[in-house]
């Protein structure tokens, strides 16, 4: 994750175009955790990127990725993935599991499987096989991204505007919660040693 951060202090919007496009298309990157951080740096009183472009990049760079993801998939087939995809991630166990999803939901898996890593990285793929008109492809899968990315990049970036106040409530707590969770602990452990040998009524 730290590479992926210089990339993104070195070269900005580029850097998150591009991360966004390959990790739809195979190549493993926290997506999830590459957005709620871009979210945090959206904050401050000299923000490293903005929240609008931000949004806009990210979203223009996961249709991109969606897009390469579904025209691979409607020119070189399914049986192309199961012998190659491998080498990008795309394994034989992950495929089946996308293709029963992609079968049981239709595009629907397209629009909300991009919340499930594993899966969104084969829906695509497999509405390209499945020779998905493109507009609809493109409805589905523009909805799925665009919400996609607003919830992560807006987490971090509420995360990032009260970051202060998480981490001196979290200071503040921690003693407590850690004392409940012991006691909790304790509890559990003294019922479990007191009745595992009562025989069953």
Not at 158 to 173: K, L, S, T
Request: charged share 15%.
């Amino acid at each position: 994750m730290e590479q992926v951060l210089l990339l993104i202090d070195h070269y900005g919007y580029i850097a998150l175009y591009g991360l966004l496009a390959l990790g739809i298309v195979g190549p493993p990157v926290p997506d999830e955790i590459l957005m709620t951080t871009v979210g945090s740096l959206t904050v401050g009183e000299e923000p490293l990127l903005s929240y609008c472009t931000s949004l806009l990049v990210s979203f223009a760079g996961a249709m991109t990725g969606m897009l390469v993801s579904y025209f691979l998939g409607r020119k070189v087939g399914k049986p192309f993935l199961y012998k190659f995809g491998k080498w990008v991630k795309l394994t034989p166990e992950r495929l089946h599991v996308a293709e029963r999803w992609f079968q049981k939901y239709g595009l629907w898996a397209v629009a909300f499987g991009y919340y499930v890593p594993g899966i969104r990285h084969f829906t695509c793929y497999l509405s390209g096989v499945s020779n998905v008109k493109l507009w609809r492809y493109l409805l589905y899968a523009g909805s799925g991204a665009l919400v996609w990315c607003t919830t992560f990049l807006t987490l971090g970036h509420i995360i990032g505007a009260n970051a202060p106040a998480i981490m001196e409530m979290v200071h503040r707590y921690m003693g407590i919660s850690i004392t409940i969770l012991a006691v909790v602990v304790i509890i559990i452990v003294y019922l479990y040693w007191r009745f595992r040998k009562k025989p069953l009524v």
